[in-house]
């Protein structure tokens, strides 16, 4: 029978083994030690490892950065947890500044094992500043790595790379995949960065969806085969280093690549990938290109205009189609629905 | 007397060699060979003199981009400091890292940041950490008063009184920030209450005087390391002589006066402790420190520039982003 667990579950029993395995591992950020125990993913630690290990922290991003950086200087692993992306704003100069930047500018001499854990919000009206996937700010820094994975397994294997990595990591984790269900093993293991993961295999068009988008991906992937097209699922898993070898295989077979990002495709991850694709592929024939994600506006809260403001299966089942036929014909799937999305209920 | 000789000996080693440095670094840098920003802490050294010389090999200090004095008083490698200025490959950051990021891990010496304030909470988990690992060493961080505009000053404040952490909070206070004057820029301008807001014991030393900046912190020091006290905080007034960044003075400019530096000169620390040592005893600190700084930059000017393939190096252990 397999093992199976929900994506909060694999990060917290993640975080728990290399707690056990690891005593200079250590977790904190806002809320980490409350009954919610930041959904689940870090519930009832402190009891289990105490509270010098595992413990909530003032309101304070920026200067608990600081201290994680600190910490990690003097041989510590800290684990920073952020419940909204949108909250890591606030300690950008230390991540930026300090965090990405210490093995080199210091020649080497010092590392900084620190993981970031920082959830991307969504649904249920959780609006301007709850819901934006900012991950493109940290992939263009070096001396970041950004891992984004999507299902329960990847969630534990590449948090457990993460924790066990003696450089700074972004793990960004969506709200909604939280949610997500699958098999996850029992035993510690990680997944390699910088490695991506195909989710379906096809010849027709190559859909590469991030975080959260791969899922929808994958609901437009069904929706597509019910009309004969196939469409390859790439979920990047890693944003950097990003596997590019894996999407260009597979673009040099289908000729055909969307990108969907659960951000704005401005200067973003969508754009990084279809340039690269492009640059790459240039000189043999050219591919058809697209990049989709947030409408270019301010997240809104009301349900039907936060409706609008997202990809989902149905916008990208769409645009494929229309790629793949290239002939202006258009066709849109019945509605498909994201149990996520439907089931959520607030307030967080 | 002899245990005070031996002590004003080491002072004045300490204190004569970080000026000549400086000067020496002020008479190179119009040759161009140093093309990076320095930051003299001409007139600042007893600061970090008085505050060092109670420190332990393990301790460690976190400082700020004006880092030379508590670098080299905390024993940081001379020859890698002025390798490092000159972009060299020897230097302590294998010269991608310049006088604003100096660092010597061995001698207890972390990196310093050119982003004012950033080193304060670095100092703060530094600290958390040792309590945690229950080691004896403690940490101090030395950081202007500019830093004291910080958000992460009030917050580094906040947790390591809350963490009960051994820390020593050194502020530098030399009255502006680049040449911002510490009135236009604080309603209150009393920093040692901001630290006691928080919880954290906290004197004013207005004298910039070595000896009095040793007594009273290394009592301190003491109190932090048996476990009597969590973080304690001094404020040392002291005065900046030379421009913000750069070799000059900057007196003509209008934003201050000469007659302001005038009673920082006269109290000054290199002249005063060296006129507490016999003659010989002065001339042979002297000597030996000629005689270093000159082979300090000598090695600087023979040692290589890093080759091309050393712009990839250092990014992360394994392949990063």
């Known amino acids: ?348 | 007397m002899e245990k005070k000789s031996v002590m004003y000996e080491q002072l004045y080693r300490s204190l004569y060699r970080i000026r000549r440095v400086e000067e020496e670094v002020a008479r190179i840098y119009p040759t161009d060979k140093i093309k990076s920003p320095i930051h003299l802490s001409i007139g600042q050294e007893a600061v970090a003199v008085g505050v060092c010389q109670t420190l332990k090999p393990q301790d460690i200090v976190f400082g700020t981009y004006r880092s030379h004095a508590s670098y080299l008083a905390k024993g940081g490698d001379l020859k890698k400091m002025i390798a490092e200025l000159y972009g060299k490959e020897t230097g302590c950051a294998k010269g991608k890292g310049g006088s604003m990021h100096l660092i010597d891990v061995h001698a207890g010496v972390m990196g310093a940041s050119a982003v004012v304030g950033t080193t304060i909470p670095h100092a703060v988990g530094y600290a958390y950490a040792l309590k945690l690992q229950k080691k004896s060493s403690i940490v101090v961080t030395f950081f202007g008063d500019g830093a004291c505009d910080e958000g992460a000053f009030a917050e580094s404040l906040n947790f390591a009184a809350l963490k009960k952490t051994p820390l020593l909070f050194i502020c530098e206070n030399n009255s502006y920030s680049i040449h911002s004057p510490q009135q236009d820029r604080h309603a209150k301008p009393d920093i040692c209450g901001r630290a006691i807001a928080h919880g954290i014991p906290a004197e004013r030393i207005e004298s910039n005087d070595v000896l009095e900046i040793g007594k009273r912190v290394g009592a301190a020091v003491d109190k932090i390391r048996s476990g009597q006290s969590g973080p304690l905080f001094f404020e040392c007034m002291t005065y900046r002589w030379m421009e913000h960044v750069g070799p000059n003075e900057d007196y003509d400019f209008g934003y201050r006066s000469r007659s302001e530096l005038e009673p920082w000169v006269a109290s000054d620390q290199v002249s005063r402790i060296a006129q507490l040592l016999d003659e010989e005893a002065r001339r042979e600190v002297e000597n030996t420190v000629e005689t270093e700084i000159r082979e300090a930059f000598d090695f600087a000017e023979a040692s290589a520039f890093p080759p091309s393939e050393e712009l990839y190096t250092d990014m992360c252990e394994n392949p990063c982003g």
């Open chain 1, 1 to 348: 029978m397999e093992r199976v667990l929900t994506y909060a579950q694999a990060l917290l029993e993640a975080t728990e083994q290399e707690m056990e395995r690891d005593p200079s591992v250590i977790l904190f950020g806002i809320g980490v030690d409350d009954f919610k125990g930041t959904w689940g993913t870090t519930k009832d630690l402190h009891l289990k490892f105490g509270r010098d290990r595992v413990f909530d922290t003032p309101l304070a991003e920026d200067g608990m950065t600081g201290v994680a950086i600190g910490a990690a200087l003097a041989g510590l692993r800290p684990i920073h947890v952020h419940i909204r992306m949108d909250f890591v704003l606030l300690a950008m100069n230390q991540i930026i500044n300090i965090a990405a930047k210490s093995r080199y500018m210091y020649g080497g001499s010092v590392s900084v094992p620190l993981v970031v854990r920082s959830v991307i919000g969504r649904s249920w009206g959780q609006g301007a500043q709850h819901s934006q996937g900012l991950h493109s700010y940290f992939t263009h820094v070096p001396g970041l790595k950004v891992v984004a994975p999507s299902t329960p397994y990847d969630g534990k294997g590449a948090l457990t790379a993460s924790i066990r990595d003696n450089d700074p990591v972004m793990f960004i984790e969506h709200r909604l995949i939280h949610f997500q269900k699958g098999h996850v093993p029992q035993n510690p293991y990680t997944v390699p960065f910088g490695k991506a993961r195909i989710l379906a295999s096809g010849n027709d068009i190559t859909l590469v969806g991030i975080s959260y988008m791969a899922v929808e991906c994958m609901r437009a992937q069904r929706c597509l085969a019910e009309v004969g097209i196939q469409a390859e699922v790439i979920d990047p898993v890693c944003l950097a280093p990003l596997d590019m070898d894996t999407i260009l295989n597979s673009v040099a077979r289908t000729r055909r690549l969307i990108v969907v990002d659960t951000a704005w495709t401005s200067c973003g991850m969508s754009g990084e990938i279809v340039a690269s694709v492009a640059e790459q592929l240039q000189g043999s024939e050219r591919p058809r290109l697209q990049r989709m994600g947030y409408e270019p506006v301010t997240c809104p809260t009301t349900k039907n205009l936060e409706d609008l403001f997202y990809p989902n299966p149905q916008k990208i089942a769409a645009a494929a189609y229309s790629m793949v036929h290239d002939n202006g014909s258009s066709w849109m799937p019945r509605h498909v629905d994201s149990p996520e999305v439907v089931q959520f209920r607030g307030p967080f």
